[in-house]
């Protein structure tokens, strides 16, 4: 009734080397081209719309924001010298706070229970709040 | 086989053996899941899972063909994720679950005398990070969550390697039990 293969054959070998392969190179590709450079400010969306923007040189040291809406709550930490992290989220995982800072554009934090996406970003257009 | 929906004949009662075995299955899968569920998950891709519960769509698919597995693994993700998730989880589940099935069904279709259920293993759990990663794309409507892909990619290697090998292990010793 079923044919069975009892050990890994070069298709295998194969299907798993080129799996690993795209994946090496995407990284590759996305530390060179899209996490290069320093960040400029950090966005803060809700629920896929522009909650607030933050420029790194408008900051003293640090800022702490908090996000209380019908969504959920989170206290977002800000340190000048261009890094971001979540501290506090209302969420069950906690996983965005588990992320701990990040500091390359582009690079995100994602709190999918809040609906929270908070973004670094290479040049911002707006400086300081935009609520 | 593949299209083949005659719902596997259930009113016939020498059947009943198939039915027991699928709902075992959806059992084992929603256990799976749960287990899953306790599992750390290492990057934050929120609602996001390994994939683990796989496993019983790799052993359906050989033995009954694709239409039970893909009804059981709608089931396991329906069940395991409304009685221990909520909502976003149960959306994660279930397209995750869909998309992971008939990726291995053809895949098994087309390439499993060549590759093993290990090879199948990998190809569904790629399929399976796939659609997590682009319902979340959809939830939050940031491109930028692809990023994720490439890590969740390495991952399902070894997730899907395991899930296949937990496979092949089982029916090799278990085929003649069913049958």
């Not at chain 1, 190179?25 to 960040?39: D, E, F, M, Q």
Request: hydrophobic share 50%; aromatic share 8%; net charge positive.
């Amino acid at each position: 009734m079923v044919r069975l293969v009892n050990s890994l054959t070069k298709a295998d070998a194969f299907i798993i080397l080129s799996v690993f392969a795209i994946a090496i190179a995407s990284i590759i590709l996305l530390n060179t081209i899209v996490y290069a450079g320093k960040p400029d400010g950090v966005v803060i969306e809700l629920n896929g719309k522009l909650y607030a923007k933050y420029d790194f040189s408008s900051i003293n040291s640090q800022k702490m924001v908090e996000i209380n809406t019908e969504y959920g709550y989170n206290v977002i930490e800000i340190q000048a010298s261009g890094k971001v992290r979540v501290t506090k989220a209302s969420c069950p995982d906690q996983l965005d706070v588990a992320m701990r800072w990040i500091n390359k554009p582009n690079q995100m934090l994602v709190c999918l229970p809040n609906r929270l996406v908070v973004r670094l970003v290479g040049k911002p257009e707006i400086d300081v709040v935009s609520y | 086989m593949l299209f083949h929906i005659d719902l596997w004949g259930l009113s016939k009662l020498k059947n009943t053996k198939k039915l027991i075995f699928l709902s075992l299955m959806t059992a084992i899968g929603i256990v799976l899941q749960v287990i899953e569920s306790y599992m750390p998950f290492p990057i934050d891709l929120p609602g996001g899972k390994i994939g683990i519960a796989n496993v019983v769509g790799l052993i359906i698919i050989p033995m009954l063909g694709g239409v039970p597995a893909l009804i059981v693994a709608v089931l396991r993700a329906c069940i395991g994720s409304l009685l221990f998730g909520g909502v976003i989880s149960a959306i994660y589940s279930v397209s995750g679950a869909i998309a992971s099935t008939l990726t291995m069904i053809i895949a098994y279709k087309y390439i499993y005398p060549k590759a093993s259920l290990i090879g199948v293993g990998v190809i569904g759990a790629v399929a399976h990070n796939t659609a997590q990663v682009t319902v979340a794309t959809i939830l939050l409507g940031n491109v930028g969550i692809f990023s994720y892909l490439p890590i969740l990619m390495i991952i399902s290697i070894f997730t899907g390697g395991f899930s296949g090998l937990v496979a092949q292990m089982f029916l090799i010793r278990g085929v003649k039990i069913y049958d």
